[in-house]
């Protein structure tokens, strides 16, 4: 194998390598590949001594990018054009992030040694996916642990150490196979790699097995009855006059259909009522409440929402509204992670004069903090004193960010609603990755999720990332589940990302150790 991977151009080789890693994201069932998918990368670092780094990274994330974010391209909600070229910045600005690991991999390698430079892999790696989440162009879409999202029993063990050790878990995967292949001549040291292999696995597994064995024996807990809709309605049209009458009766219908059964709670997908619902334009507000209070069941809704600053301005933003039977009382949340270009201009809060681009972006304002709702849990009785379920949403993209879910959960949060739209990519394999994320969020926290799509892809999951129910992509349609409330009490959401932290401390301290022996070998 060495011999013919010899004879491959090394572009060859890394193109396979991105090529692989991509194969393992879902909606792929293939995310075995990941376990070697970077073989060939790090086969073509040490054939080069660690030089040129940061060109073999930087190639290597154009290839992952382009892979994993094509679909940008055909955003329906802006110009052909536009799409385009947002697709291809993305890729290109997300590709500098595998460049500087390339860049910090090859510099430890040309300083600490081959060996060093192998093993320093998953570290330097999960720092820069740690420190990329960050900011307002922070990006998480396409880290390496979300190729596991159907690994279930394996990867329970995010909710201990955070979704950046499964990415971390994976390159030393890819590291010791790396060492099996290329260390034929020395059997106990290659016995040795095996050996661990075996171990990375089977820990995991073992682990898995029985957080989800016990998972179902838990006293104590309390049935929450919730239903949502996928109404599967054009993005574009909804907006239209024409349309709103039937959007809104198709909302109503559905939710009827979903309280055959009764409900503690129902969910709306983002953006579901095609008006500033706070205005009660058309009445549509009364017409909300009068229906669900015949129902006897709270509403939690997506919703485009508004908040004047001066008498002549006013700021617009991405919400969510709970609402309750016999009550015109409005509690909300409001969108803190913003699609960069999607959904408003980044540095237009600095440049004003940026908001007067016109992209096809929407000029939302984000949000400031993470909100606890609570409601009563009323259908299914229970002597506990404790019927009040507590919980927390996020809007579509931001389902991705680890951190805001975490601090619902160590707000209190027993369940996250995620409400969404990712009706604009079309059927890509965007909505299939983005549903899969929400596994993790699940995982990490020990609490359920509930995912309300506009055109899917819809589902309850439980506390430990298992699909209790779900509505495929496309497809028109309402469900319910009868779910146990979560206990957020993790170790993840005690301790938080420290595992991320510690990789850039560990990375830090090798750039600092060998800047100080440039410094002392002049």
């Known amino acids: 194998m060495v011999e013919q991977l010899n004879r491959l151009p090394k572009w060859i080789l890394i193109l396979i390598s991105g090529l692989l890693t991509v194969a393992a994201f879902p909606p792929s069932p293939l995310g075995f590949l990941a376990y070697f998918s970077l073989v060939p990368l790090i ?59 390339g860049i910090l991999i090859g510099i430890i390698g040309k300083r600490f040694g081959k060996a060093v430079g192998i ?22 879409w396409n880290n390496l642990c979300y190729t596991q999202s159907n690994a279930i029993q394996l990867i329970q063990f995010a909710s201990i150490t955070g ?57 104590g807990s309390r049935t929450v009855h919730v239903g949502l809709i996928q109404p599967n309605v054009d993005p574009n049209t909804k907006w239209e006059w024409n349309s709103f009458k039937n959007n809104m009766q198709l909302l109503h219908d559905l939710t009827d259909s979903v309280m055959v059964n009764p409900q ?19 009445h549509s507000l009364d017409k909300i409440i009068k229906h669900i209070s015949a129902l006897e069941v709270s509403l939690v809704t997506g919703v485009p929402d508004y908040e004047w600053t001066s008498s002549e301005e006013y700021k617009v933003y991405n919400a969510v509204f709970l609402l309750r039977p016999n009550s015109h009382n409005i509690e909300s949340y409001r969108k803190i992670r913003l699609v960069p270009l999607g959904e408003y201009i980044p540095l237009s809060g600095i440049f004003p004069e940026l908001n007067n681009l016109n992209i096809g972006q929407g000029n939302f304002s984000a949000g400031k903090e993470v909100n606890v709702f609570q409601v009563p849990l009323e259908v299914t009785k229970s002597q506990s004193s404790d019927t009040t379920l507590f919980f ?8 991705t960010f680890p951190d805001i879910v975490r ?37 990490e926290n020990g609490i359920p999720v509930v995912r309300s799509a506009n055109t899917g892809i819809s589902m309850i999951v439980d506390s430990h990332g298992r ?13 319910s589940a009868e779910i146990q409330q979560g206990n957020p009490k993790t170790l993840y959401v ?14 830090g301290g090798f750039l600092i150790v060998g800047f100080v022996r440039s410094v002392k070998s002049l």
């Open 467 to 479: 699909v209790l129910r779900k509505i495929g992509l496309g497809k028109l349609g309402w469900l």
């Open 494 to 507: 005690k301790f938080g990302n420290w595992f991320g932290y510690l990789c850039v401390l560990i990375s």
């Open 43 to 101: 086969f073509v670092f040490v054939k080069d001594d660690f030089y040129l780094g940061f060109e073999k990274g930087f190639l290597f994330g154009v290839i992952l990018n382009f892979g994993v974010l094509y679909w940008l391209a055909f955003n329906k909600g802006t110009e052909w054009y536009w799409a385009l070229l947002s697709m291809i910045s993305a890729v290109l600005f997300l590709a500098l992030n595998y460049g500087v690991i």
């Open 407 to 443: 601090e619902g959960a160590r707000k209190g949060s027993e369940m996250l609603i995620v409400v969404s739209n990712d009706a604009w990519f079309g059927f890509t394999s965007a909505p299939f990755l983005h549903a899969e994320i929400s596994r993790f969020r699940a995982i």
């Open 264 to 282: 503690d709670l129902v969910v709306w997908p983002e953006t579901a009522t095609p008006t500033y619902l706070r205005r009660n334009r058309y």
């Open 392 to 399: 927390t949403t996020v809007v579509c993209y931001e389902s």
């Open 119 to 140: 093993w320093s892999f998953p570290v330097i790696w999960v720092a820069i996916e740690f420190i990329r989440s960050f900011g307002t162009l922070g990006f998480t």
């Open 163 to 219: 979704p950046y050790s499964v990415s971390f878990w994976i390159v030393l995967v890819n590291i010791l196979i790396y060492n099996v292949i290329f260390s034929p001549l020395n059997k106990k040291r290659v016995f040795t790699y095996i050996t661990t292999i075996l171990l990375l696995f089977l820990i995991p597994e073992i682990y898995g097995l029985s957080v989800l064995h016990k998972s179902g024996k838990k006293s």
